[in-house]
């Protein structure tokens, strides 16, 4: 089986500080781990996968993510945020089994100009 | 190239009621993949089609069914409708990948609203 953590259910933060969100998975075999983000009333984007290779990943508008195998993470990190970034962020992990994907269960993001 | 399609995209129906959703992927996307999107259950992997066969079904009961047309096209039918299965409905797309694999970059539709009264 497979699971994906996420244990910042909401953050709130200041335009220009620093985000990292946590994500943290479970599963025995090779992982596929994305970040999804959905703005308010838009549809589901990706932000950036990591597939294999270079533990750091970039992705669009800034944001970066670290694969660390060894504490099954996937956190996703910005170095200042801006209030277009309040959103709701999904971890996602795919395994063996295809295009299934599991997520977390996301982390409300609010930034305050 | 235009992005993956659902329609419609709201619906509201009684219990009891069926219910069919269609997904237009993005061309050339062979996978259709379709998630329940709640605000209790967050989202869950519903199934996942490739070349009209089904590849992957989550844990959802037998009420939950779908197909793939040969143009890749997908359709999600909900029979016996109950006021739990209010939810969006999310249909993502994914291309074949280099090299003959499948990438697992899947890319989502805007979803479809149903409520059920």
């Known amino acids: 089986a497979q699971s994906v953590s996420q244990h910042n259910h909401h953050v709130i933060l200041s335009e220009a500080a620093s985000l990292e969100l946590g994500c943290n998975y479970s599963y025995g075999g090779t992982v596929n781990l994305f970040w999804y983000v959905q703005y308010p009333g838009q549809h589901l984007q990706l932000l950036l996968k990591?597939?294999?290779?270079?533990?750091l990943v970039k992705g669009i508008k800034g944001f970066e993510a670290e694969f660390i195998k060894s504490k099954f993470s996937f956190n996703l990190r910005k170095p200042s945020v801006q209030w277009s970034d309040t959103a709701e962020y999904f971890c996602?992990?795919?395994?063996?089994?295809?295009?299934?994907?599991?997520f977390g269960g996301g982390t409300r993001l609010m930034v305050k100009p | 190239k235009a992005g993956v399609t659902q329609t419609p995209r709201y619906l509201i129906k009684t219990r009891g009621q069926q219910v069919t959703l269609s997904c237009s992927p993005i061309s050339g996307h062979r996978s259709v993949s379709w998630y329940q999107q709640t605000p209790g259950q967050g989202l869950q992997f519903l199934f996942e089609y490739f070349s009209e066969t089904q590849r992957n079904k989550g844990n959802f009961p037998g009420r939950f069914s779908g197909r793939q047309f040969s143009n890749s096209r997908s359709e999600m039918n909900v029979s016996t409708l109950e006021l739990g299965d209010s939810a969006l409905y999310l249909c993502a797309s994914s291309a074949k990948g280099a090299g003959g694999t499948l990438s697992y970059e899947q890319y989502f539709g805007p979803g479809t609203r149903l409520t059920v009264t």
């Open positions: 990591y597939f294999s290779g270079d533990p």
């Open positions: 996602a992990l795919a395994g063996n089994a295809g295009n299934m994907l599991t």
